[in-house]
């Protein structure tokens, strides 16, 4: 049996700093930082949303580094983009400038992980992709515990330090990303590209790091090649998961693009807090992941799956009482309905993943990539439609937003289960 340290690399602590930086104190600190310097809700959704924007080039990216030999200069120019980016954040103070600096944020991470997955792919053996990734991400999901906390200490200011940190951090990733990394020129254990091959056993793998950054709980390392057969996947059960997913990723990107600063205003929680709590709930996750990797291989995805959005509802249905009711203890109560809100998110993750992968007519590596990217696409366009809503309707529009994307996709996937048995295996 190979030791576990054999699948460790050292440039993994690059991996970890990219964590660190863009799902630990970006999407907390993000929001924090706009509404104080502009004092405009809608202003946050719109950097937000240039973010995720900036992540949807990524496959391209992908692509250009596998078919020109590019892998380390996008990998390293990456970093130098972050680190640039970040430097100049805290010195401009209008929409223009921050739309821009956040697109080449979201640019230059999501070329750095698909980048760093194909280091993987591309140059180890196929039977190691597993458990390599498995690691990667797992570096990935203990930077973003250590960002979480580190945000929640410049949570009250000190801003412009904090970003002049994290462009520090951005630099030393290129240092640390030196060591152990493969050559372009190397001889590449494979030939075909990311998107072509069947990913759902690495792709579990993968999930054990992802999904607890506010920006970047929806994702996956998007995939485009699903796209290319799109009229062939659009139809029965496997639409219907489609469907369920965009709904679902719309409904709550809002919430996750202003939590920071809904949970001060509406419910009185200090952002450290939210940070700490965040940073622990996103740690039990991580052993949730596992579970409901076992749990949906025993009772099937699309019953896991509606049981994590059940989960989630009532997350969002005990942060939005607070604004129908009078009731006592409400920060209790909000970081009760966060705490939930953040916990779903593996159980939905795995569930999703796998139930797609299995009723897909295009096979599975298509299948997540074509998951990857409507959900991408949802978020983003859910991103843009909170900014006015929450500037013409305050913070009480977001719980209501989630709940009626939530709902959407209960209601599909209890429609899918009357008119369709899925397998049993998930």
């Not at 930086?21 to 950097?47: E, K, R």
């Not at 060591?179 to 372009?184: A, E, H, M, R």
Request: hydrophobic fraction near 55%; glycine fraction near 12%; proline fraction near 6%.
């Amino acid at each position: 049996m190979t030791a576990p340290s054999s699948h460790i690399a050292p440039w993994y602590a690059a991996y970890l700093i990219l964590g660190l930086l863009t799902s630990g104190m970006l999407p907390f600190l993000l929001p924090l930082v706009i509404a104080d310097i502009s004092h405009q809700l809608g202003t946050v959704a719109y950097v937000t949303g240039a973010y995720n924007l900036g992540l949807l080039p990524a496959p391209l990216l992908g692509r250009l580094a596998e078919r020109a030999h590019l892998h380390r200069p996008l990998f390293f120019g990456a970093f130098v983009v972050l680190a640039l980016a970040f430097a100049a954040f805290p010195h401009v103070s209008s929409v223009g400038p921050w739309f821009v600096l956040a697109l080449l944020i979201g640019l230059a991470t999501g070329a750095a992980a698909t980048v760093a997955t194909l280091f993987i792919v591309d140059f180890t053996p196929r039977a190691e992709w597993g458990p390599r990734i498995g690691w990667l991400q797992s570096f990935n999901g203990a930077g973003q515990l250590v960002g979480l906390l580190l945000a929640g200490a410049f949570a009250r200011g000190g801003f412009g330090i904090c970003f002049t940190l994290a462009a520090g951090l951005a630099l030393m990733a290129i240092v640390v990303g030196h060591f152990g990394l493969p050559q372009d020129g190397a001889r590449r254990v494979r030939d075909q590209t990311l998107g072509h091959v069947a990913l759902l056993p690495t792709l579990r793998a993968a999930q054990l790091g992802t999904g607890f950054g506010g920006l970047l709980h929806h994702s996956h390392h998007l995939q485009w090649a699903g796209l290319q057969v799109v009229r062939g996947a659009l139809r029965g059960p496997f639409a219907r998961v489609l469907i369920a997913w965009a709904a679902y990723n719309f409904g709550v990107a809002a919430f996750f693009t202003y939590y920071p600063l809904m949970m001060r205003r509406s419910y009185g929680v200090a952002p450290e807090l939210t940070a700490v709590v965040y940073a622990m709930a996103a740690g039990i996750g991580v052993v949730l992941f596992l579970l409901a990797s076992r749990l949906t291989a025993r009772r099937g995805g699309r019953i896991v799956f509606q049981a994590g959005i059940a989960v989630r509802l009532l997350g969002f249905v005990l942060l939005g009482l607070p604004f129908l009711v009078t009731l006592p203890h409400v920060p209790v109560i909000a970081l009760a309905g966060f705490v939930l809100v953040v916990l779903a998110w593996p159980v939905i993750s795995v569930a999703g993943t796998t139930l797609a992968a299995r009723l897909t007519p295009i096979g599975e590596g298509a299948a997540i990539g074509l998951l990857s990217a409507i959900g991408a696409l949802a978020t983003v366009l859910g991103t843009f439609a909170g900014g006015p809503l929450v500037r013409g309707l305050g913070y009480g529009v977001l719980p209501v937003m989630a709940l009626v994307g939530l709902g959407l996709a209960e209601f599909i996937m209890f429609r899918h289960r009357r008119r369709h048995a899925v397998p049993s295996k998930g």
